[in-house]
């Protein structure tokens, strides 16, 4: 491919001599990656489009005539990738839905996947390297025929210590030094250095439609609607491809109720959602971290149904908090609270740990049930259409189809015991979640007390301030009608000034009582 000779105030057309050529290359000889040596002259963008496109035709040309012998290479590299990686390490790849961005973990595996990747997830709770991962996770096994392209990516780069001479400055890198895409895109990927059991194996499915030797390529049509709204690609994107079109996040959601949104930074889409907002003319503002609090863009003056679009496009982490917008005035003539069993109700339904908790029961029960299905029948099919012979030439078709009838017998009680060990995991969940549901009670009975008698208390101080108001007031008339000394007036301003601080600390009380209601109830997860 011809230098770019060019300086960096020429746009099109650059004219050079062969003495202006770097030092490396002033001799002009034909190298593996550089056959036909440019030597001088005229060169314009025209020339380099006509590079390019001529090297793309000889590449379809080159794949057209010999496209047997690429089939077959392709073949024995995925048959060799499978082979080499079924006793050597790392046998997997995890992908953790818990990161600090789980679009970009999305985001990552959906490239992956549009390059032919395949991509697993678990359907219930698993061990690898002596660590457990829950149902959900993403895992890339290596015993796969694109597996390389995952190691390539996933893998860490180390450059070579290259030096332009002995304890001389380091060569400079012609391009990049490293694509290793879990540093680029902050997505958290752990290798796994053991081989994988049939117990574990069994928890994976596969995502996106199974192979298909008879598959046609995918004709990619791109379109004005967004097909994946949550990625950063535009139009029919990723989802062009089956495979990677099947690798989507967990829904957006919003915990707790309020007026307005929190929302975190970490997240790339945080800065898509904020952009939305101010198109539909929310306002948005910056919440420094303070102590344990986190920052986050406080988005406000956005309708209840716009909220729930914008974080389902999205893709908002679960838990996108709720800010309470709330002045914390007093309004004890004005507000109404409701009864204990619709309090309780509301905590049941709006509580983050326990929606959390509802959660963890539900993908335990299914869990339960993929294992118990396993005992069914399962029914497959094989085929394989090929070549077989030494020379090109004379090639003899093979091929070999069957139908596969799977009935599970007996494999030593292995199911059984996964099935008990499952439904201890139910159990578990079961028993914190009506841990919580008693707390939630507990809590919402507690905060209910304590706001009526922060009520009544509050009550009491506002009449002893109107008394003692009074009190000053009938202080001064004597002292003005001159049947009072001084001293009658001064203890009354010193009443006053006590009555007022015990109204200020009713009503932090009462407000601090308010709070923790609103807690119980899970109707606030932060307050400003």
């Known amino acids: 491919m011809p230098l770019r000779i060019g300086g960096p105030s020429e746009t099109t057309t650059s004219t050079r001599t062969a003495a202006q050529l770097p030092e490396d290359y002033k001799d002009v000889r034909p190298t593996a990656l550089y056959l036909s040596p440019w030597v001088e002259g005229k060169w314009s963008l025209r020339d380099a489009v006509d590079v390019m496109v001529t090297a793309s035709i000889a590449t379809l040309r080159y794949g057209a005539k010999f496209k047997d012998d690429v089939l077959y290479n392709l073949y024995q590299a995925g048959r060799d990738q499978i082979k080499l990686y079924s006793t050597k390490g790392p046998f997997a790849y995890i992908i953790p839905q818990d990161q600090r961005d789980v679009i970009a973990a999305v985001e990552l595996l959906r490239r992956l996947a ?85 117990d574990t194996v069994g928890r994976l499915v596969a995502i996106g439609p199974g192979v298909s030797f008879k598959s046609s390529p995918t004709r990619y049509v791109n379109g004005e609607t967004d097909a994946a709204a949550f990625d950063s690609v535009p139009g029919a994107g990723f989802n062009s491809d089956p495979a990677a079109s099947a690798i989507v996040p967990p829904p957006g959601r919003i915990a707790g109720t309020g007026s307005a949104l929190a929302v975190d930074p970490a997240a790339n889409n945080a800065f ?46 679960v838990g996108t908090d709720v800010v309470l917008t709330d002045s914390l005035s007093n309004r004890i003539a004005a507000e109404a609270v409701a009864d204990e069993a619709t309090l309780v109700a509301q905590a049941l339904r709006s509580r983050p740990d326990l929606v959390a908790e509802e959660e963890r029961v539900r993908a335990a029960r299914q869990g339960l049930s993929a294992i118990k299905a396993e005992r069914l029948p399962s029914l497959g099919l094989v085929a394989d259409d090929g070549v077989i012979g030494k020379n090109g030439a004379k090639l003899l078709n093979t091929y070999t189809w069957g139908l596969q009838v799977s009935v599970p017998i007996f494999d030593g009680f292995r199911r059984e015991a996964r099935v008990q060990e499952q439904q201890s995991v139910v159990k578990e969940a079961e028993i914190r979640q009506r841990d919580l549901e008693q707390q939630a009670h507990a809590d919402v009975r507690g905060a209910l007390i304590d706001l009526g ?76």
């Open 272 to 317: 898509r959602a904020i952009n939305r907002a101010w198109k539909e003319g929310a306002g948005v503002q910056f919440r420094a971290a303070n102590g344990s609090r986190q920052p986050r863009y406080i988005v406000t003056g956005l309708p209840a149904d716009r909220q729930t679009d914008l974080v389902r496009a999205l893709a908002m982490p």
């Open 114 to 198: 549009f390059g032919g990747v395949r991509i697993s997830q678990l359907t219930a709770a698993a061990r690898f390297d002596d660590t457990m991962y829950p149902g959900g996770t993403w895992i890339i096994r290596t015993d796969r025929e694109y597996a390389a392209l995952a190691r390539e990516v996933l893998d860490i780069q180390k450059y070579p210590d290259l030096r332009q001479s002995p304890g001389g400055p380091p060569e400079r890198p012609y391009d990049a030094a490293g694509w290793t895409l879990p540093l680029q895109m902050d997505v958290r990927v752990i290798p796994v250095a053991q081989p994988l059991s049939d």
């Open 453 to 528: 008698g922060a009520r009544e208390q509050l009550a009491a101080a506002t009449e002893r301030l109107r008394l003692a108001e009074q009190e000053l007031a009938q202080a001064r008339d004597r002292f003005n009608a001159g049947v009072a000394g001084n001293a009658d007036v001064v203890n009354a301003s010193l009443a006053l000034t006590s009555s007022r601080m015990l109204v200020n600390d009713a009503e932090t009380l009462y407000q601090l009582a308010r709070v923790a209601l609103a807690r119980a109830t899970g109707s606030v997860t932060t307050i400003r």
